[in-house]
Nanobody, 115 residues
Framework: QVQLVESGGGLVQPGGSLRISCVAS????????MNWYRQAPGKERELVAG???????NYADSVKGRFTISRDNAENTVYLQMSGLKPEDTAVYYC?????????WGRGTQVTVSS
């Protein structure tokens, strides 16, 4: 069955760095656009970064220059390297796989930025 399993979240101080990962299974990973979304308490889920099957990337303005998305098709894994973290980056981060109208979601990993 389809699974997206996120890991690597945790507590980090402002200005710090963190890398979160998402391992996929049950579908042809290399064909899918892979995205990271996040949802903070009381706010709507928002797109943070995406990477196409060909490796093209896009980022929300709020994370440009601080976050980097990458993928390893051999390992069915997508990463989000986060640096210069701010308290407003605190959220649950969700992995998403999209192909046309098909969407798969992970359960999320909590990232908390606090001193």
């Amino acid at each position: 069955q389809v699974q997206l399993v996120e890991s690597g979240g945790g507590l980090v101080q402002p200005g710090g760095s963190l890398r979160i990962s998402c391992v996929a299974s049950g579908f042809t990973f290399s064909r899918y656009v892979m995205n990271w979304y996040r949802q903070a308490p009381g706010k709507e889920r928002e797109l943070v970064a995406g990477i196409t099957s060909g490796g093209s990337t896009n980022y929300a303005d709020s994370v440009k220059g601080r976050f980097t998305i990458s993928r390893d098709n051999a390992e069915n894994t997508v990463y989000l390297q986060m640096s210069g973290l701010k308290p407003e980056d605190t959220a649950v981060y969700y992995c998403n796989a999209r192909l046309s109208i098909i969407n798969h979601w992970g359960r999320g990993t909590q990232v908390t930025v606090s001193s």
